[in-house]
């Protein structure tokens, strides 16, 4: 409590104000994207279908700047919708990269270079496809690391300015005749 009373009144305004507004805007557009995935995957399930090809799949190894990073499965497919030729690299809504290269290669081995698909597209947009349609568990992440975002920034929205105004309260000088 000492060092919120330390504070000027313009760090107080930052840290109550403009503090949580990172959280809310990263919350509300993380959350969109990610109901507007599980929207699709949901609704994967009843697009038409067609046979495709697989052309590649590889699996590749993304670093990150500490050192670390990830593995993810490449599948690239090809398919023919009205005579017109498309191609595709999403397997499943919410795929996501791993430390472990286990999952990427599990994808690889059930889509092999060569090997006939079955390829779900939007009608009227051939060129939004899948490989397995519907809703699976990590297509749940994004909308749930959003919400995460957006409640903590409410919370801090919510809290901090009482906190802030309460502290200085009780340190403002006595007003008394």
């Known amino acids: 409590m000492a060092r919120i009373n330390q504070m000027s009144s313009g760090m107080r305004l930052f840290f109550a104000r403009i503090f949580p507004l990172p959280f809310l805007l990263v919350g509300l557009l993380t959350l969109y994207f990610g109901v507007k995935g599980i929207y699709q995957a949901r609704e994967s399930t009843t697009w038409p279908v067609t046979d495709g090809t697989v052309q590649n799949s590889t699996m590749e190894f993304h670093s990150s700047s500490k050192g670390g990073g990830t593995y993810h499965a490449e599948v690239l497919y090809q398919f023919t919708v009205d005579g017109q030729t498309h191609s595709g690299n999403r397997v499943a809504f919410g795929d996501f990269g791993s430390s472990s290269p286990s999952h990427a290669q599990n994808i690889v081995n059930r889509y092999s270079k060569g090997k006939s698909v079955r390829v779900h597209y939007r009608m ?21 690391f959003g919400l995460i975002f957006f409640v903590a920034g409410a919370l801090m929205a919510i809290y901090l300015p009482n906190t802030m105004k309460e502290s200085a309260d009780q340190t403002a000088p006595p007003t008394g005749t």
Request: charged share 15%; aromatic share 10%.
């Open 124 to 144: 009227g947009d051939p060129d939004t496809c899948i490989l397995e349609p519907g809703l699976h568990w990590q297509a749940l992440f994004l909308p749930g």
